[in-house]
Nanobody
């Protein structure tokens, strides 16, 4: 069965860095674009970042670009989200997801309904 298991969340102080990991199994990880989403308390789930299967292309929510970095290690079936200069507004449950398509068309990176597999999420709390 397909599994996406996030880890690395926790409680950190504002300004700190942390790296989230998502271990995948049950599908051909190396052929799927992967994404990170987050859902803050009282808010809808939003797109954070995505990376192509080949690692040649990345896409970020504009407000987070330069502070968050997505990466992947296909040999380990793992996708990462490096979070730097954490802010209280980054507090959310972070989810990794696998896209339904092997190749993404421009503009489709952030479409939540086009991601097929989802992890259970990992909580990130940033104190002020």
């Amino acid at each position: 069965q397909v599994q996406l298991v996030e880890s690395g969340g926790g409680l950190v102080q504002a300004g700190a860095s942390l790296r989230l990991s998502c271990a995948a199994s049950g599908f051909t990880f190396s052929s799927r674009p992967m994404g990170w989403f987050r859902q803050a308390p009282g808010k809808v789930r939003e797109f954070v970042a995505a990376i192509s299967a080949s690692r040649s292309t990345t896409f970020y929510t504009q407000s987070l670009k330069g502070r968050f970095t997505i990466s992947r290690d296909n040999a380990k079936n793992t996708v990462y989200l490096q979070m730097n200069s954490a802010k209280p507004e980054d507090t959310a449950v972070y989810y990794c997801a696998a896209h339904s398509r092997e190749f993404l068309s421009p503009g489709r990176w952030a479409r939540e309904n086009e991601y097929t597999y989802w992890g259970q999420g990992t909580q990130v709390t940033v104190s002020s």
